[in-house]
């Protein structure tokens, strides 16, 4: 059984930065094309990076500039640095293969920026 947790989340200040984490236990993600994925109160989960086994990334138009993917395979880690946040960054932060994988979501990381 795979489970992902996200940590890292907070209340974070416009322009702030912040990173966040996913670790895994059951799976070693670096067999995997892994994604960062956000909800924001009353819409869909978008998608908002990916990152290959080769260290390939992809961003979302909205985060491209600001947001930084990375992974940590020794410690089966998938991390992501937010940098200079807007408030349309608020939301659930989640991470899960890409394609996602339904019964690997877990509870994800609130990030909420305010001043």
């Known amino acids: 059984q795979v489970h992902l947790v996200e940590s890292g989340g907070g209340l974070v200040q416009p322009g702030g930065s912040q990173i966040l984490s996913c670790v895994a236990s059951?799976?070693?993600?670096?067999?995997?094309?892994m994604g960062w994925y956000r909800q924001a109160p009353g819409k869909q989960r978008e998608l908002v990076a990916t990152?290959?086994?080769?260290?390939?990334?992809l961003y979302g138009d909205s985060v491209k500039g600001r947001f930084t993917i990375s992974r940590d395979n020794e410690k089966n880690t998938v991390n992501l640095a937010i940098h200079s946040v807007e408030p349309d960054d608020t939301a659930v932060y989640y991470c899960?293969?890409?394609?996602?994988?339904?019964?690997?979501w877990g509870q994800g990381t609130q990030v909420t920026v305010s001043s």
């Open positions: 990152i290959q086994d080769d260290g390939t990334t």
């Open positions: 059951g799976a070693r993600l670096v067999s995997y094309v």
């Open positions: 899960n293969t890409y394609p996602p994988r339904e019964l690997w």
